[in-house]
C-alpha cells in the first residue's frame, strides 16, 4: 500500500477527524511535530486488516505507532507466528519503504490467516 | 498546565459520549473507496469499521484538542456484525496522567453494542493529549 495524500483526505472525510497533523496544507511542515502532513494511524493498518480473510470472532488487536506514516510512504507489512503455545497468534510489523518500523502489535486468535 | 506533578490524573474518568451510527452498505462502500479496499467478508461488517467508529465519536464529543497523536490501540471484535444495523458507540476516558517526561496520555475506551444491547465490539486508545 502507498499512501497518498488523496487517501488521508478521503479517510479524514469519512472518519470526520480533521486533525491539522493529517491536512496537506502549505504551512504543514513548520507546524506539525513531524514537519508536514502524517497519515491517521488506523491507515497504516488496512494492510493487515486486507490479510484477514473469512475471519472468526472473536478477534483480538493489539498495536502501537511508533512513528508516522507519511504521503508517498510505501507500507509493507509482516506478519509472523507468535511460536507460543495459542494457536494462531500472530506479532506483525508495519514497514515503510527504508525498512523503519512504524507500528507493531499482536493479533490474537487469527488462524485463519491466508 | 506546567504545575500538575508526574503521574496526576488530569481528566475524571468516565462516559465522555455516546453515538449512534447506522451502518449501511453505503457507509461500506465509502469505506471501501477510502482505503482502496475491495469487500470480502459478504454482508458483514468490515473490521476497520471498528476505527471509523472510534474516530466518529471521538470526534463528535468535540472534546479532543486537535494535535492529538494516537500511541497505540487495541480492538476487540467480539461478535459478527450484519449490514445494515445500528450501533451505539459509547466513549469513555479510562485514565488520564502525565509521564515522567510531562506528556498528557490519555486512556480512551470504546464499547460498541446493537440496539439489542449486545456487546460486539471494544477498543482502548492511547493518546498523547495537547496541552
Not at chain 1, 510512504?73 to 523503519?100: C, I, Y
Request: aromatic fraction near 6%.
Amino acid at each position: 500500500m502507498t499512501l497518498t495524500e488523496d487517501t488521508i483526505r478521503k479517510y479524514a472525510e469519512l472518519t470526520g477527524d480533521h486533525n491539522s497533523l493529517h491536512a496537506a496544507q502549505e504551512n504543514a511542515a513548520t507546524i506539525s511535530p513531524f514537519g508536514g502532513p502524517v497519515a491517521h494511524g488506523f491507515l497504516l493498518l488496512a494492510d493487515l486488516l486486507t490479510n484477514l480473510a473469512d475471519y472468526r470472532m472473536p478477534l483480538r488487536m493489539r498495536c502501537r505507532f511508533l512513528s508516522p506514516g507519511r504521503p508517498g510512504d510505501r507500507l509493507t507489512t509482516v506478519l509472523q507466528p507468535t511460536g507460543e503455545a495459542h494457536d494462531g497468534d500472530h506479532t506483525f510489523s508495519v514497514l515503510n519503504q527504508d525498512g523503519v518500523t512504524i507500528v507493531t502489535g499482536v493479533l490474537y486468535d487469527t488462524s485463519q490467516l491466508r | 498546565m506546567a504545575d500538575i506533578a508526574d503521574g496526576a490524573t488530569l481528566l475524571p474518568s468516565g462516559v465522555l459520549h455516546t453515538r449512534l451510527e447506522y451502518v449501511t452498505e453505503e457507509l461500506i462502500e465509502k469505506y471501501c473507496e477510502a482505503l482502496d479496499e475491495a469487500r470480502s467478508n459478504g454482508r458483514g461488517m468490515p473490521l476497520g469499521i471498528a476505527f471509523v467508529l472510534a474516530l466518529r465519536t471521538l470526534m463528535d464529543w468535540h472534546g479532543l484538542p486537535d494535535g492529538g497523536i494516537m500511541l497505540g490501540h487495541e480492538a476487540n471484535w467480539i461478535a459478527s456484525v450484519s449490514v445494515p444495523c445500528c450501533l451505539r458507540t459509547t466513549l469513555a476516558i479510562a485514565a488520564s496522567r502525565v509521564s515522567s517526561n510531562g506528556l498528557i496520555i490519555v486512556d480512551l475506551g470504546y464499547e460498541t453494542r446493537m440496539s439489542t444491547g449486545e456487546l460486539v465490539l471494544t477498543q482502548t486508545q492511547k493518546v498523547l493529549w495537547p496541552r
